[in-house]
């Protein structure tokens, strides 16, 4: 149903793409989670259907950004590192509605034209960590908080937990279990200033990783085991 039914059908493309090339890549991801993980999803319902919207998420694998952008009901544009942007790849995931953000130096390009996205209504989706890790989340970067606070947008968190591949182990299980937990949207203080920015950034390190130790619970518990796909 999510393949024919995709959701997010007012939401404005960036100027470099259009819907039909999102949607097409909205597909790609859909595939690629059938194929590669047994999905275990819960509350997508949570994630509001219209309107200026930054969904971030932990991030432990390349594989994460697929995930999300083939299962949310949004056409969501991530800002993903400028070095994945390069080649075959690099073309895919311009077309399909990507930035490419250069890390560590001050990239105003990308930022400025997802800030406009979101002022449109658009989503934009950010790995506010910055980089793969063991994705809880106990530091991130200031980019998400500023395109929030900017744009007056809602934050919805994401936790995600399983793409990556356990450690210790030399092999990836076939078709492993991949979690992932939506969390409620709340808003960021509104504003272009340090004091905005910093609050807003704030308040999503403290959201997104109180989402993870609620996943990382559920799991152990089992009760994320019993989501449905």
């Known amino acids: 149903m999510r393949w024919f039914n ?20 909205r597909r790609i991801g859909i595939t690629l989670c059938f194929f590669m993980y047994r999905m275990r999803v819960r509350g997508m319902d949570r994630v509001p259907t219209s309107g200026p919207l930054v969904v971030v998420a932990n991030h432990q694998n390349f594989m994460d950004g697929a995930v999300l952008f083939g299962l949310l009901p949004r056409r969501v544009s991530f800002l993903v590192k400028a070095e994945a942007v390069k080649g075959p790849l690099g073309w895919l995931l311009t077309n ?3 930035y490419a953000l250069v890390r560590d130096v001050p990239d105003r390009e990308p930022l400025l034209k997802a800030l406009a996205q ?6 934009i989706g950010i790995f506010p960590e910055g980089t793969r890790g063991a994705g809880n989340v106990t530091n991130v970067f200031p980019g998400a908080g500023w395109l929030a606070a900017r744009a007056g947008a809602v934050v919805v968190p994401v936790a995600l937990r399983g793409t990556a591949r356990p450690e210790g182990r030399k092999h990836r299980r076939f078709k492993p279990e991949v979690h992932m937990l939506v969390g409620d949207p709340f808003p960021v203080p509104r504003g ?6 910093a609050a807003a950034t704030e308040e999503i390190r403290q959201q997104l990783a109180a989402l993870v130790v609620t996943l ?6 089992g009760a994320s085991a019993k989501a449905t796909r």
């Open 118 to 123: 979101l002022k449109a209504g658009g989503a």
């Open 192 to 197: 272009g200033g340090k004091t905005a920015v």
């Open 96 to 98: 399909v509605g990507q």
């Open 216 to 221: 990382d619970a559920d799991i152990a518990s």
């Open 6 to 25: 995709l959701g997010g059908s007012a939401d404005p493309p960036p100027e470099h793409t259009g819907p039909k090339g999102m949607d097409r890549g």
